[in-house]
DNA sequence: GTCTATAAATAGATAGAC
DNA sequence: GTCTATCTATTTATAGAC
């Protein structure tokens, strides 16, 4: 097989595994496992551990750039597009509430470890944060950036309380509450 | 030295590293090291590492139930009660920045882990939507329960994005933000 | 109740054959 | 490009002296 069939067989099985059970609990061994790898080998394609960290978070850069091209092209409305990144919360709910958001629990596990990709692996977020405030400015939000934010931390505190709790309802309802203050607070009939 | 002040002692430390590192990176080396013992003795008094854990959580169920209590008593209506709860945001920004919030990182990591003390670990989470829920009844509200989770997902948010960004005033802002929420949500003078 | 010494398993990582 | 074999460090965990 190519290097590069392999190395990205590699990568993917990580992504999945990083996710699932963390960074620091999955061993080479366990991602050469599900590639079908000898140990050995592995190192021919990643020389440390951290490498593949890096190329896991690469990818998922690329992965949610085209996400956020996707959705920006999909949708009419900068409205839209915010809730075509709010419903991911619905669409992946299974998984949030078996494993957390891919997002923050990668970034608060190398927060802890104090790694040096912490601030690479926030990196994802920022995309999704300019991702919101350009639509929000596009709302004539003057706040843009602000609001952002807000999308983001409601996501987050979702995602966090939908592991802890594993409560489908809560999260269908925290979702129609974001939409209703999307509604409220970015009108469709500019306010008096 | 008395066993049951020696436990404490790893309890105490053990409770420390698990937030600071994290559960799975935490080794007994390291917690015996901090409490100054030899990793032998430490098996005197934990046979193993969810023991400790356990320990751990009980600690946390302890510590939480006597900080509700003294919110309880040491303010005066259910609103004030219920921005004690907010405003450990600020108390606490500066280790939320560094490592999160403990009750949600030990969750999401005991979840990847498909712990048995998964669901131990979210019933402190249960102590905390218990206490609001009592404060938003308090207030007449027919859905506190609901509510009470709107508050402990917007915290959970908060949480999750300054660990990320490491923006102090963000985190300002959003707790400032959920004052607002809280003044127009449940006004003083009832609503006609 | 605390220690040293050590076992047994697993981690990340390397060397060299094919 | 993939393999087996192996190294070294660290992990959880035990035995037994004091």
């Not at 990205?8 to 080479?28: H, K």
């Not at 309802?169 to 925290?174: G, I, L, Q, S, T």
Request: one cysteine or more; proline letters at 3%.
């Amino acid at each position: 097989m190519p290097a590069q069939d392999t190395r990205e067989q590699i990568v993917e099985a990580a992504d999945r595994l990083f996710y699932e059970q963390g960074f620091d609990t999955t061993s080479f061994a366990d991602i050469a496992s599900v590639v079908g790898l000898s140990r050995g080998n592995f190192y021919y394609h990643f020389k440390t551990k951290d490498e593949i960290l890096d190329a896991v978070i690469d990818r998922r850069l690329a992965v949610t750039r085209a996400m956020l091209n996707a959705w920006q092209a999909g949708a009419e409305t900068p409205k839209a597009r915010i809730m075509s990144f709010v419903r991911i919360l619905i669409a992946n709910r299974a998984k949030i509430m078996s494993h957390g958001c891919p997002v923050g629990t990668l970034s608060s596990e190398l927060a802890k470890l104090d790694h040096a990709s912490r601030d690479k692996a926030a990196a994802v977020f920022t995309l999704f944060r300019d991702f919101l405030r350009r639509q929000f400015a596009e709302l004539g939000e003057p706040d843009a950036d602000g609001l952002a934010l807000h999308v983001l931390m409601r996501s987050q505190g979702v995602a966090a309380l939908a592991t802890a709790f594993r409560d489908e309802a809560f999260v269908d309802r925290e979702v129609a509450g974001m939409e209703r203050w999307l509604d409220t607070r970015c009108p469709d009939t500019p306010r008096n």
